[in-house]
């Protein structure tokens, strides 16, 4: 089982990252997906999530409208297009494969952790 999340950097306050999420083919199968992020700190918050058919997707409310989860089951893979970046949204970004196929914003619901890439945003 293996999630290999990438695409992080350092960008200024206002722009864009596009994370992806390599996934092996048996954790994607019939997976939900989320993204979750950690800071400096704090305790690690759920960002979005998406179920297996893409039919059920959530969103925190501080990254709603800024932030597009969307995933291509052909090739594995989940992404995570982040605009209007805003320095609050600096933390380490780790991908997940849920327990079932549905999309949950519950942290316990995930079985299998990508090892995180880490999202700058300077002001």
């Known amino acids: 089982v293996q999630l290999q999340a990438s695409g992080g950097g350092l960008v200024q306050a206002g722009g864009s990252l596009r994370l992806s999420c390599a996934a092996s083919r048996r954790t994607f199968s019939n997976n939900g997906m989320g993204w979750f992020r950690q800071a400096p700190g704090k305790e690690r918050e759920f960002v979005a999530s998406?179920?297996?058919?893409?039919?059920?997707?959530l969103y925190a409310d501080s990254v709603k409208g800024r932030f597009t989860i969307s995933r291509d089951n052909p090739k594995n893979t989940m992404y995570l297009q982040m605009n209007s970046l805003k320095p609050e949204d600096t933390a380490v970004y780790y991908c997940a494969a849920a327990l079932g196929s549905w999309s949950s914003r519950a942290l316990h619901e995930y079985l299998y952790w990508g090892q995180g890439t880490q999202v700058t945003v300077s002001s």
């Open positions: 998406i179920s297996w058919s893409s039919g059920s997707i």
